[in-house]
């Protein structure tokens, strides 16, 4: 089984704006347009069984129209394969009520996004959030490290994570591009060996430049297959999920790329699916819908 655990979707109808700001904003080109159809036919092209869809509330009073969305979606993936987690802003006071409403229509998760949501991860709004989605048993993924988009912007490194973790003690804490994109030396360090699940997205493959933008070849490069296999061990390839971030990278490549990394077959296995599904609480789809464990 292969489940990508992080992909972004947007509504038909903003897809197309949507991904030519964000790839005009990181001079990185996209290699999807963005929708549930492009994702679903690279799904098939490349054998993934679920796609995990993570929307970033970026205002307050987004949460609603996204989480209603996400609703819909979750409740076709056994035609699908798509999974989406909800949505939430520090800013939205109600927060306790829209973690329960999340849990009680067996959404599975919830993404938080430091830095496009302009939050330090260790502020007082995101622990109360982050405690509570742990109290009806959520899922947390968060954007971890730099962004692409916003360069040095500090909002999610070890140093506001590692208060969260001493705090809080989240039980299932999704750490996105290994702990954090651009700074693994950090993540390594501090993070790796911690009680969290990292995942693989954004980390592998070199980043393509948008049209009409330049892009040094040295300018944020990949994470290094040493250090990734180096990671994986220390931490355990039992606590690692594979991501791509899709449409920002391919789904296919991504594959490959973690087939040719020097990964065991069973650590293999382990990432591509079989760790998420038992996160997830899945098992292989099947004609006719999902099998839940």
Partial sequence: MIIDFHTHTFPEEL?????????????????????????????????VDYSVLLPV?????????????????????????????GGIHPDNEDYRQILRQCADNGVKGIKLHPIFQQTYLDDIRYLRIIDCACEHGLIILVHAGYDISYPQRDFASAAHILPVLDRLKPDRFILAHMGGWLCWTEAEEQLVGRDVWLDTSFCLLPIRPAPGTQRDPGENPPLGKEQFLRMVRRHGADRILFGTDSPWDPQQASITALKESGLTPEELSAILGDNAAGLLGLAKRKKGGIKEI
């Fill in 15 to 47: 897809a197309e704006r949507a991904v030519a700001k964000l790839a005009k904003s990181a001079r990185a080109k996209n290699y999807l347009n963005g929708t549930v159809v492009d994702l679903r036919r690279s799904m098939k092209e490349a054998g």
């Fill in 57 to 85: 509330v970026t205002k307050p009073d987004q949460q609603r129209s996204i989480n209603r969305l996400a609703l819909e979606i979750n409740f076709h993936s056994h035609e699908t394969g798509l999974l989406s987690f």
